[in-house]
């Protein structure tokens, strides 16, 4: 710059060459960064949301966004082009050329300048690959939690006979033969029916009254969640009978109305009973009643991460409804017998419209499942990835421009003795000590910004020491490479070379 300013360009045209330049490299860097944003826009609204139903995440970004990443790396290029630009051009042209051949890293503001940036991006970066490393660890305690049922080779799809006009006589006639065929197939262990699936979409609540014990008046019946289910179910899903039987082909539509119960209900409206041979009703206070007959395992039926509900079962042959879930436990793969299943529904009803045929593993990858685990650990990792991208590329382009700037300082102590480890360590010495600033305001602002997440973790407290200590020796490591490279060069550095134009 200071030879084109002794050729004869002005100050304007020095800050037009920065700016273009600068200006340059931002509209390249928004466009890499447009097409990726839209490529991971695109990813996240293909999201399975593991249901059937019309719902669909929807991420794709419009005008107004592209117009204002564009804005966003305009203002970006002229902030960082104009301020070195401008400092280029009050420079005195004959003091620039006389010291041409001085190295210098440059004043302590511009230091300080640098060095700031750098502690901005470490710091930055620590803060984005904490938050991630604790959705991931969310995730995997989320995954390792006792759902209640094993949904392992399990298939599962759904059936509605009130589309193609069946009454309940059909409907029950067509069940019935439906379920006997799927247990023939080859590698089918067991076969259930069930109105909803655990955790799915749809689900079903009622108002109890318990026998015995009547509600205060002005006070509203308990409402429970509850599914209906066919015999086969319980041993279907490996659900844990605790307590009493599980339903039978006895329990008919004439029989005694009977229900199953979980641990929970148990415990919360017969504490300290034995609540086999207890009643309640769905109807009102005077009855029908049904029997308690059995007691399940608690299980996972809203969400991941509730805390134990209420909840029974009732049995499909004494409440009869059109739509239903089959459960098919399998000693293959269950991916493999989703073709013959729809086979057989084809057989029986050929227009009868099949949904959700999907294993249980993928169903519970839904909304109500692991979807918002999943997608935090997705998002914030790849934010977190981003940010440790930035933070080695500042990382490094300050050391390198710190150690040539140095290379005939560097050159001096070589030539009165200095080895090659006392260079490296005097190099990496200055990049740490940065490295080391931002490490520590990142693990400060982590832990104070964590802690308003607290929510979204789970089985991690937002102040995890395992994720802090393993996240900034990741960060350490990189960085410290990143620091090592330049600092190894200019252990390479000739003194002769360098001293040449001193």
């Not at 300080?112 to 710091?123: D, K, M």
């Not at 299980?299 to 739509?323: C, D, M, N, R, T």
């Not at 997705?378 to 930035?390: A, E, N, W």
């Not at 590329?393 to 140095?406: D, H, I, K, T």
Request: glycine fraction near 10%.
């Amino acid at each position: 710059m200071a030879i084109r300013a002794a050729l004869g360009a002005g100050r304007v045209r020095l800050v037009r060459q920065y700016l273009t330049e600068s200006l340059l490299l931002a509209f390249l860097g928004a466009g890499g960064g447009i097409l990726l944003g839209y490529w991971a826009m695109r990813f996240l609204s293909s999201i399975p949301l593991g249901t059937d139903l019309p719902l669909q995440l929807q991420f794709l970004p419009d005008v107004r966004v592209y117009f204002f990443a564009l804005g966003a790396a305009l203002v970006a290029g002229v902030i960082v082009g104009v301020f070195p630009a401008l400092r280029v051009a009050r420079h005195d042209v004959s003091s620039v050329l006389h010291d041409a051949g001085r190295g210098s890293s440059g004043g302590r503001r511009r230091q300080f300048l640098r060095g700031s940036l750098v502690v901005a991006q470490v710091a930055g970066s620590l803060v984005l690959l904490i938050v991630a490393g604790l959705f991931i660890r969310s995730l995997g305690k989320a995954q390792s939690i006792y759902l209640g049922f094993e949904s392992s080779h399990v298939l599962d799809f759904s059936l509605d006979v009130q589309q193609i006009g069946y009454q309940e006589s059909q409907g029950r006639a067509f069940y019935r033969e439906l379920e006997s065929r799927l247990r023939a197939l080859p590698g089918v262990v067991s076969v259930a029916q069930a109105f909803s699936v655990p955790m799915g979409v749809m689900s079903t609540f009622d108002s109890l009254n318990i026998e015995g014990h009547p509600v205060e008046p002005g006070r509203q019946p308990p409402s429970v969640q509850y599914n209906m289910v066919t015999p086969g179910y319980f041993n279907t899903l490996h659900i844990p009978v605790r307590h009493g039987r599980a339903f039978t082909e006895s329990d008919e539509e004439k029989t005694l109305a009977v229900a199953v119960i979980n641990q929970t209900m148990a415990k919360k409206f017969w504490p300290d009973e034995d609540p086999l041979g207890k009643r309640f009703s769905t109807k009102g206070p005077s009855g029908p009643f049904i029997e308690v007959v059995g007691v399940v395992q608690d299980g996972k039926y809203k969400g991941v991460v509730e805390v134990p509900q209420p909840h029974f079962y009732l049995p499909l042959s004494q409440a009869y409804i059109p739509l239903r879930t089959f459960h098919i436990r399998t000693s293959v793969p269950p991916e493999s017998l989703s073709t013959q299943a729809q086979s057989q529904v084809r057989e029986l009803a050929p227009s009868l419209a099949i949904s959700e045929m999907q294993t249980l593993d993928q169903a519970l990858q839904g909304l109500n499942g692991f979807l918002f685990f999943r997608l935090g650990a997705q998002l914030t990792g790849t934010m977190g990835l981003l940010g440790l991208i930035l933070a080695v590329v500042g990382v490094y382009s300050v050391a390198s421009y710190a150690a040539v700037q140095r290379t005939q300082e560097i050159g001096i102590r070589m030539a009165i003795g200095a080895t090659p480890g006392d260079i490296l360590k005097m190099v990496l010495r200055q990049g740490l000590g940065t490295v080391g600033i931002g490490l520590l305001a990142g693990l400060v602002a982590a832990f104070a910004g964590t802690r308003l997440l607290g929510d979204l973790f789970y089985g991690v407290a937002p102040n995890d020491p395992v994720t802090y200590a393993a996240v900034a020796a990741l960060l350490l490591a990189v960085v410290l490479l990143a620091c090592w490279i330049p600092a190894r060069r200019a252990t390479r550095v000739s003194p002769v070379i360098a001293l040449r134009f001193e």
